[in-house]
């Protein structure tokens, strides 16, 4: 079945990048998303790309994707202590009724 | 922009007991709806996919006879967890796409507690 794996953890200090990784199987994927969950919250989508893209920028969001080893990035510019939070990978692919699959999540910590 | 909203946002329950949550799409009719299942510092898990005007199709693993759903219209579906116990405590959260080859969105989430 389809699967979507991410790191679990990542550290970084406030003002420096973030790069969060994932793969995913699928490769049917059109839509893959990042989204942001703070703690006790619900889902906040933070951006998405089409599977016929390469990347995306949104503000101090960029998405690179390599389909060809189905790897998805997202890179947080400047990372700031609010940017604290667990950040899930997720694919949405033509089969299985069109299902988002979502990986395990990285934990971002930010560190003053 | 399109919205999923979810109720209620947290309920809590006796054991034994059965809790409605509602999922409902508020500017576009959904034929499809899923539902998630998120433990504590674990990721969302898939339970099922809802299907307006037929039966829901349950991931593996997943009771059909304790998650009861029900998509009685094109912008509701419900999750009924039956004869609640404590290791039924979780997240769950429901998304329903637009269309096929557009993006879903996700309701807020139901933090349910069965104490």
């Known amino acids: 079945g389809e699967d979507v794996e991410q790191s679990l953890f990542l550290s970084v200090r406030e003002g420096d990048s973030s790069v969060i990784n994932c793969t995913y199987t699928?490769?049917?994927?059109?839509?893959l998303y990042w989204y942001k969950q703070e703690p006790g919250a619900g889902l906040q989508l933070l951006t998405y790309?089409?599977?016929?893209?390469d990347m995306k920028q949104d503000q101090r969001l960029t998405v690179l994707l390599n389909k060809k080893d189905k790897h998805l990035s997202l890179r947080i510019a400047d990372t700031q202590t609010g940017d604290s939070a667990i950040y899930f990978c997720?694919?949405?692919?033509?089969?299985?009724?069109?299902?988002?699959?979502f990986g395990a999540g990285t934990r971002l910590f930010v560190k003053a | 922009g399109a919205v999923v909203s979810q109720h209620p946002s947290r309920v809590i329950c006796k054991s034994g007991t059965s809790v409605k949550i509602e999922c409902r799409s508020l500017?576009?009719?959904?034929?499809?709806m899923f539902w998630y299942r998120q433990f504590p510092k674990q990721s969302l898990m898939l339970m099922a996919t809802s299907n307006e005007g037929s039966k829901a199709t349950y991931e593996q693993g997943v009771e059909k006879d304790k998650f009861l759903i029900n998509h009685a219209s094109l912008t509701l579906s419900t999750l009924t967890v039956t004869s609640a116990h404590p290791e039924d405590s979780s997240f769950y959260i429901c998304?329903?796409?637009?269309?096929?080859?557009?993006?879903?969105?996700f309701g807020q989430g139901t933090r349910l507690t069965v104490v």
């Open positions: 699928d490769s049917s994927s059109t839509y």
């Open positions: 997720a694919e949405r692919g033509n089969t299985g009724g069109f299902k988002t699959i």
């Open positions: 790309i089409f599977s016929n893209m």
């Open positions: 500017d576009f009719q959904a034929t499809t």
């Open positions: 998304s329903a796409p637009i269309g096929k080859n557009t993006e879903a969105f």
